[in-house]
């Protein structure tokens, strides 16, 4: 089974810690998206015979397309491709973009997940991260949606906000709680050097916050949501009665993923190919038939540090026995012991899995792990 992701690279307005592809001019939209109906073409053998089970659009802020948009991409790619027969479907999307009218248009075409730009309940924060919606369309947008129908819905938000002490963080928990959304992605704010905090901070009029900081509300997030029956499936994921995204899950298990649109990723099992960050190179290129993108072949060892970086990050953990088996690697036992007894890390069976303080550390403990 493999996926496909659809990066649609326009936003309403640039959020002060983005540094992803994007253009808050929407001039080339209607090009943009014959562009990536074009590409579905000219892509439609990246993934062999392999049958598709999830479908992604992401950006960017998909949902700035209108509805007959987005259908027209989804027709494309399903006419090319093998798509299985209940395919995961997922649009993110912006609160402000989502009214109850779009939202069942949107669930007509068959999309069944929606991923929604949260961020914060707090209308100080939101401006503060210059997002394009308040926290009444917050928290309507999800009250709508659960009403239209949608189950399947998840929704960011970002913790690690410069503040005095932790009342909001603790607020916006409470809030997604009280909203009874199946599945969350939280994500800790880091300042990018390309972004207006990037540019903040050079000037000082930010400051970042302290490590302790981020850590005691990566902690008040577990605690809250392990109260409330959410697992915590993978390090920034987490879910009620096992609704994972599958699109995500996919990828930290090493499927096969094609990407389409101008910045977008894909994956063959071997190597990885990227499209251009140039809205305009990109819309030329594919206009000419040519996809405009560069490949990276991954060594053995790359294969096997990003199956140990990614699986590590899962509760399903590192599979000793696939890893030695498909990538001829042990983990020295050395490395093993020193994180099972410092309690960061447990082994059941075959699996290598943090434990909850060792989420903290994955990335220091994944390297220490690492081939050379």
Known sequence: MAGIYIHIPFCKKACHYCDFHFSTSLKLKEKMVEAIIAETILQKNFLGNEQVETIYFGGGT??????NELESILNKIIEQFSISSKPEITLEANPDDLSISKL???????INRLSIGIQSFNDNFLTYLNRSHNSTEAKSVINNAQHVGFENISIDLIYAIPNDDHKIWKEDLSLAMSLNVPH??????????KTVFGNWLKRNKINEVEDNFAAEQFEI?????F??????YEISNFAREKAYSKHNTNYWRQKKYLGLGPGAHSFNGNSRQFNVLNNPNYINSISKGIIPSTSDDLDLKDQTNEYILTSLRTIWGIDLNFLKNRYQYSIPQKAINQYLNSGHCMQKDNSLMLTKPGRLFADKIACDFFTT
């Open 221 to 225: 997030l577990q605690e809250t949501l």
């Open 227 to 232: 109260a409330n029956n959410y697992e915590q």
């Open 184 to 193: 969350i992605s939280p994500y800790s704010l880091t300042i990018e050097e």
């Open 104 to 110: 069942k248009d949107i669930k007509s075409l068959g």
């Open 62 to 67: 998909p949902s700035i397309l209108d509805v």
